[in-house]
């Protein structure tokens, strides 16, 4: 595939935080369709061995756009700022300060009596801290105040990190 | 303009003549392989009309003396000779065999390369060997039905299926001579043959969730799958690929051994013998209430609430495995539409009345569970081969356990995370920890624990040449690639000096291209014509599809895509081609030219993937215009 494409051209998407995510899915299974290496299985070597690349370029895509972390990363890329995970912190004390409560109140509700209800309702709370803060980083990002959008990002790690871990501990509750 | 000849006539390959696809189930129990006639799937049977070939090989001091049933009579009066279940054994390290061993009744060894072998009179023989003769007697059965060389086939492997184990599949059939279209999870499988009849896709909007609850001889999958209009998604898939109705049937079999006080070590005749008794007592609780048993001058009964206590356990590991695959694909329970079930265990009403009360459905299985894989893999051989090109079919499945690489501290650093849609690539960057550090070794894992010593190790590579540098200023990327069939590859290159190592994943314990063609030229021996007979027929099968396929592609694209010095240049390499396909009997003259024909077509396929890539967004916009 043609390699100076971006993620977004991929799929005729302008390049935005903003996605309309049912184009996005029509689009992606239209290229799939066309180009999965199912489609190739009769073909030569070469030819198997370009659809699956392009095949794997489409996913990748796909993927990096669906997932709010990555796409926040990679719109920054397209802006060549280097935003690969570990170059950025926040300074934000009082974000630092709440996430410690949060994970706090994690640890704490593992030998909890009623676990699965507190559970529910921090993960509540950790959707709706995600969600403030990726619409930040939108507005960072539309604004093109890069720096605070790093910031954001760092910021929505954290809170993607924090909801798997709520994630985690509600698959070893179920288990038990 | 020149003016093109695309073929002369009456001797074009005709295009619209059928290939022989095929869909082959190589299970740990019994076999089959399905094609489709006249539009739906037909499982084929053998002379005597049976449906299913036993997994089962039997040895004498010459060879295989024989496969399937005829080799399952042998089973109790030459038990080391007669070899079944093996593919427990398929892609396996040492080790494993450590654990699983105690369960087979055979005697190992594992004098080279760390590949177990199972020694029978005949000697020493290697898991994929023993399935490529079962793969070789079903794609007899096929050619001779269908009246022909098999065009290529489609093998099914359980979903969570290990690289190792998937490779060790594909080794099977390349011993067996069977080209491979691709290889497909056995839910996926099962859900082709289920939803494609589905009217309810209809409707573009329309989708359904669906579970495919798979349980085997020796192996358990669950699947989740989002399906809507000839799209099949698999959101997750687990499960383990040790367990299965055999374990049912050991579980059962402790039990009369303790029952029977015959002590703790057993002789492989009598292992065998209570295996036996196990699996037909098993089988018998599915129908009657309870079973009475007379060995060794004992009578003994076993009720089905007795069974259920021996093998509760094994069932409640599916179960979790089947919440933990809900998780992954990111969805509540209660949205899953459809529970179906595939595989000879789940016959077992016990397995039945528990997935039915985890999923909180009356779970689907209209499909007889024993033939639905072969039929599902059997629609999927007949698009792919190109029979139907009408069928808007697309598969997207995923692998199911992470990919990862050993970082410091016998440390797994996943690169690609289970339950990523294939194919995929990805890279990451390391650097080198010790200054002036030349070399680099890379350690490929699979599975989804943090310490590499739990995880499967897949293989162990070297980047040498790295130019001397200061400790961490090295920038080394590492690019994993699976493709379709869920098969990795993987290449290291040092990004300051362009040096690079590439390797395909070949397990420690599996074997090497080159033994594999001295194997299958071994096994010609006897009839070195037929060898070269065989091939050249293969070369010429590939003349032709290349001739067909190109002078379609030239006719379709050829003004549009090649300036005319392009267009002549490929024309007369495949006038060259047609040439030496009618005329020559060296096939290595053929696959010579067949070569030089891939080369110079390459920048005209290349051209076409991004016309069609272009094409299929275009086709997109204008259904969006016309809404």
Redesign the interface.
């Known amino acids: ?2 390699n100076s494409k971006n993620f977004f051209e ?3 998407l302008a390049v935005a935080w903003e996605v309309d995510f049912e184009q996005l899915d ?2 992606f ?10 489609r190739y ?7 198997k061995r ?8 489409i ?2 895509a ?2 990096t756009i669906k997932n709010p972390l990555s796409r926040a990363q990679y719109l920054l890329e397209l802006e060549d700022l280097d935003a690969s995970q570990e170059t950025h912190i926040t300074s934000d004390g009082q974000f630092l300060m709440d996430q410690m409560l949060l994970r706090e109140a994690l640890a704490e509700i593992r030998g909890s009596e009623n676990a699965k209800e507190a559970l529910v309702s921090l993960s509540i709370e950790a959707q709706q801290t995600a969600a403030k803060i990726q619409s930040e980083f939108a507005s960072q990002y539309q604004q093109k105040a890069y720096n605070e959008a790093f910031e954001s990002l760092a910021k929505m790690q954290f809170a993607i990190k924090f909801i798997d871990d709520i ?1 985690e501990l ?2 070893e509750l ?2 038990l | 303009m020149a003016l093109l000849q695309i073929s002369e006539p009456g001797q074009s390959p005709q295009p619209h003549q059928r290939k022989n696809a095929v869909g082959i189930d190589l299970g740990t129990t019994n076999s089959l392989v399905a094609t489709v006639r006249s539009g739906s799937e037909v499982i084929l049977p053998d002379e005597q009309g049976r449906d299913l070939l036993p997994s089962v090989v039997h040895y004498e001091s010459e060879g295989v003396s024989c496969v399937g049933y005829e080799a399952a009579e042998h089973n109790s009066s030459d038990p080391l000779n007669t070899l079944s279940s093996v593919k427990r054994l398929l892609g396996r390290g040492v080790a494993d065999i450590k654990t699983l061993g105690d369960s087979l009744p055979y005697e190992f060894t594992t004098d080279d390369g760390g590949m177990p072998k199972i020694n029978t009179v005949y000697g020493a023989v290697s898991p994929i060997q023993v399935s490529s003769e079962i793969l070789r007697k079903l794609a007899g059965r096929a050619e001779l039905t269908l009246g022909g060389m098999l065009d290529g086939a489609v093998i099914t492997v359980p979903a969570y299926f290990d690289d190792a184990q998937r490779q060790a599949t594909k080794d099977a059939a390349t011993l067996a001579g069977i080209k491979v279209l691709r290889l497909l999870n056995e839910p996926t499988a099962a859900a082709i043959a289920y939803g494609l009849d589905a009217e309810e896709f209809d409707d573009e909007s329309h989708q359904r969730t669906i579970a495919v609850y798979d349980l085997g001889g020796g192996t358990f999958d669950i699947s989740i799958l989002r399906l809507s209009k000839g799209v099949f998604e698999v959101l997750a898939t687990g499960g383990n690929s040790a367990l299965g109705g055999d374990d049912f049937d050991h579980a059962i079999a402790n039990w009369l051994r303790t029952e029977l006080d015959m002590g703790e070590t057993l002789d492989v005749y009598e292992q065998r013998v209570l295996l036996e008794v196990a699996k037909s007592t098993k089988e018998e609780l599915s129908i009657n209430n309870q079973v009475e048993l007379d060995i060794l001058d004992t009578r003994l009964v076993l009720t089905r609430d007795c069974m259920h206590q021996l093998i509760d356990d094994l069932i409640e590991q599916t179960l979790t495995a089947c919440k933990r695959s809900i998780r992954d694909a990111n969805i509540k329970a209660d949205s899953i539409d459809e529970v179906v079930l595939v595989g000879g265990s789940t016959r077992m009403p016990r397995v039945a009345a528990k997935v039915s009360e985890l999923f909180g459905l009356e779970p689907k299985c209209t499909i007889d569970p024993d033939l639905v894989v072969a039929m599902g893999a059997a629609k999927q051989a007949d698009v792919l081969v190109g029979n139907n090109s009408t069928a808007d079919m697309l598969l997207l499945d995923v692998i199911p356990l992470s990919l990862g690489i050993e970082t410091m501290g016998g440390l797994t650093e996943k690169i690609i995370h289970r339950n990523t849609t294939i194919p995929v690539a990805k890279a990451q960057e390391f650097t080198t920890f010790k200054d002036g550090q030349t070399a680099m070794s890379i350690h490929v894992v699979q599975g989804d624990r943090e310490l590499v010593s739990d995880c499967r190790s897949l293989a162990r590579f070297e980047l040498r040449g790295i130019p001397p540098m200061v400790a961490g200023s090295a920038k080394i990327q590492v690019s994993y690639q699976v493709d379709a069939d869920g098969l990795l590859n993987v290449s290291a290159r040092e990004l300051s000096s362009g040096v690079e190592s590439r390797i395909e994943v070949k397990p420690s314990y599996g074997l090497s291209d080159t033994e594999i063609t001295q194997m299958l030229q071994d096994s010609f021996s006897h009839a070195r014509d037929d060898m070269r007979l065989r091939a050249l027929r293969e070369q010429q099968v590939e003349a032709d599809r290349m001739l067909e396929d190109l002078r379609a592609a030239i006719e379709k694209d050829g003004q549009s895509l090649l300036d005319d010095s392009e267009l002549q240049c490929l024309q007369v390499t495949l006038d060259e081609l047609k040439q030496l396909r009618d005329n020559t009997d060296d096939h290595r003259q053929l696959a010579a030219q067949i070569e030089v024909v891939g080369k110079t077509s390459e920048e005209f396929a290349a051209r076409r993937m991004d016309a069609s890539i272009k094409q299929a967004l275009a086709g997109l916009s204008l259904d969006d215009a016309l809404k």
Not at chain 1, 41 to 47: Q, V, W, Y
Not at chain 1, 50 to 57: E, I, K, M, S
């Open positions: 595939m043609n991929i799929f005729s029509i689009k299974r239209t290229l799939q369709k066309a180009l999965h290496p199912d299985a009769n073909k030569n070597d070469f030819e370009l659809a699956v690349q392009t095949a794997a370029t996913n990748q796909y993927e994630n509600e698959a179920e288990d």
